[in-house]
């Protein structure tokens, strides 16, 4: 699996795989991670979607 360099909370560099990307970014642990495109700044960039992975549970509009 592609591994990703990450900028965390604390300004330690490391690298992490695309799924604890997604953790560490919904627990607040990172500042910062690397896309092709450049740096990402968690908060302030436009992030990914993070996909919930349960059953779906919005109400459906009935009317």
Known sequence: MKE????F???SVGFVTENQLDALISSGRIKSFLRSSGWVRVG???VREIRYKGRDRRK???G
């Open 4 to 7: 990703i360099k990450v900028i």
């Open 9 to 11: 909370i604390d300004d």
């Open 44 to 46: 302030i960039d436009p």
């Open 60 to 62: 459906v509009n009935e």
